[in-house]
């Protein structure tokens, strides 16, 4: 099975600006920002994590932003020594995205300071005169060292709110008459910051430099039912060989059930739905890829496939099951033990940043070389990267050192990564404590013999120097009675290590009694049909299958995997090595 797909649903990932056909619900959020943005200098676009400002800004805005030249950035979280300042990030991204006015060129003669007032006006011409910067996740902007922050408020409030800087107004005074009139015409810029809701209280720090920031801002909630409905129904209906899945319905029974479960408002009467789209997306990727894979076929004969009620997996632990799905789907591409350990590594270790006091998790940029450095041991290479980028749970970026940095697509993903990640540590401080208590009762027992080795040398060296004085009578007396004294210790090592081997046989029966436990545990969930064996009973299940050489275990496992099939196809299996 091939990781790039081409989905109607975006899953992880926001929808692209190529997408804007794919991006339905939001229509009416699409017009009151627009005449926002048409009305105002400044705009911030909020909401919660996972309710798709990305995604409303790529395929809702951008297409739409007519005879404006939009500059899109995002700065990434900080990471010192790998990223740029914000103020060299967005000046660099303003050349990729607009090209230099040849009419322009007489500006680097002038010996005012470099700005980015200076930089947009080498962009403008006659049918360019309007800009928009678009600011992406903007809360990461506040990571980085106040000079940095200050110095980016510092130039774009100069570029927003002055006609001509006083410097490039008195290095002009000896220019000609047609090129101080290229610098009087004025451009119109605009910008529009999308931040967490749970950050907006980071503004405040841009006021001194642009008062006006938290004037207009347009939250964005949650989708409505009707909203939903929208989103969930119409991609599912567009035909097109760019898909690798035909067109699909959802019925009715179905819809109701996504639309009641990933409510997420408060019950009471009279209050609207308000479901996540981000969740949304990734619910309908799920759906999409069983189409794709043949599992949901034409059930009521109109020749398309329909979702019903019965595909809807658990939407408790949507977040999780996606994460899981992910790291199976990969292991499925690269058939190599070592491939899924390497991957939640990336994630869990290499690109999530957890603070010590909190234990809040935010996403890291961090550069391939710098991940194949602190993870190569694990076999993790540019090709593994790639792939773990295909599945979406990760996204690559050029950075400013002439590289590829990776990091988390999304804030959604971090508590799922986090748990993940506590899941796993846990396992490998248990197993890490098993190992150290073998080491130790085997030091244990290698210096009992040691001592019971000395003991008997020096029982031999008082015998025989005993031996030689009272004679050679004597001598055989004590010797037969060394004799006597080595046989009692073999026999106390003997019985030492007897006590062991019992010791080791019982740690064997409670480990197999465990097993049987786990196994009527594993057969209890199961039984209610459609479930899936939860994830810490699967964990132990999986170590006694590769641990315990037992026969007898062995077809018990085979038995229980037979069951897990028969329960669901997406429920995984035990795995016997």
Request: hydrophobic fraction near 40%; include cysteine.
């Amino acid at each position: 099975m091939s990781l790039t797909k081409k989905y109607r649903y975006p899953g992880v990932k926001p929808f692209e600006t190529a997408e804007q056909d794919l991006f339905f619900g939001r229509d009416r959020d699409i017009e009151d920002l627009l005449d926002l943005i048409w009305l105002e200098k400044l705009v911030v676009l909020f909401g919660k994590s996972g309710y798709g400002k990305s995604s409303l800004l790529n395929a809702g805005i951008l297409p739409r932003l007519d005879d404006v030249a939009p500059v899109v950035v995002r700065f990434g979280s900080y990471v010192e020594g790998q990223t740029l300042p914000p103020l060299e990030t967005l000046r660099l991204k303003t050349d990729e995205a607009l090209t230099d006015d040849a009419a322009a060129g007489f500006l680097a003669t002038l010996s005012a300071p470099k700005s980015l007032w200076l930089q947009l006006k080498h962009k403008q011409n006659r049918r360019r005169r309007r800009f928009i910067f678009v600011f992406d996740q903007f809360e990461e902007f506040f990571s980085y060292p106040a000079v940095e922050q200050n110095a980016f408020k510092e130039q774009l409030a100069e570029l927003l709110y002055t006609e001509i800087p006083q410097a490039v107004r008195n290095a002009a005074e000896t220019l000609d008459a047609t090129q101080q009139a290229f610098i009087a015409a004025p451009f119109d810029v605009k910008a529009v910051f999308a931040i967490r809701a749970d950050r907006m209280s980071l503004l405040d720090s841009m006021k001194d430099r642009l008062p006006a920031i938290l004037h207009k801002r347009y939250e964005l909630r949650g989708l409505t039912a009707d909203q939903a409905r929208d989103a969930i129904q119409k991609p599912a209906g567009i035909a097109g060989e760019r898909f690798d899945t035909p067109p699909f319905e959802y019925t009715e029974t179905a819809l109701t059930r996504i639309l009641r479960e990933l409510n997420t408002s408060a019950p009471g009467a009279g209050r609207e739905a308000t479901i996540e789209a981000f969740q949304l997306q990734i619910l309908c990727e799920h759906l999409e890829s069983a189409v794709r894979e043949g599992r949901i076929g034409d059930r009521d004969g109109n020749g398309l496939p329909d979702v019903t009620e019965a595909d809807l997996p658990e939407m408790s632990g949507l977040y999780e099951n996606y994460y899981r799905r992910k790291l199976d789907e990969l292991e499925k591409e690269i058939p190599d033990p070592a491939v899924r350990l390497a991957a939640q590594r990336v994630l869990e270790d290499g690109l999530l940043a957890e603070d010590s006091a909190t234990g809040e998790g935010r996403r890291m940029s961090v550069d391939s070389r710098a991940l194949i450095a602190q993870f190569g041991h694990l076999r993790l290479t540019d090709a593994l990267l790639k792939a773990l980028a295909n599945t979406f749970l990760i996204r690559p970026e050029l950075n400013t050192v002439g590289g590829v940095s990776y990091e988390i697509s999304h804030d959604t993903l971090i508590a799922p990564i986090q748990k993940a990640k506590a899941v796993r540590k846990a396992e490998e401080a248990r197993l890490e404590s098993i190992r150290r208590q073998e080491e130790a009762e085997q030091k244990a027992r290698d210096e009992a013999a040691k001592r019971l080795e000395a003991e008997g040398q020096r029982r031999r060296a008082r015998m025989l120097a005993g031996a030689a004085v009272v004679g050679l009578a004597l001598a055989l007396v004590a010797m037969f009675w060394a004799f006597s004294e080595q046989q009692k210790a073999q026999q106390a090592l003997s019985d030492r290590i007897e006590a062991d081997r019992k010791r080791e046989a019982a740690e064997a029966a409670n480990r197999k009694n465990d097993f049987e436990k786990d196994l009527q545990l594993a057969n209890g969930q199961l039984s209610g049909g459609g479930s899936c064996v939860d994830e810490v009973t699967f964990d132990r299940l999986q170590r006694a299958a590769n641990e315990i050489e037992d026969n007898d275990i062995k077809t018990k496992i085979e038995n229980l995997n037979r069951k897990i099939r028969e329960n669901s196809a997406a429920c995984p299996v035990i795995r016997m090595e």
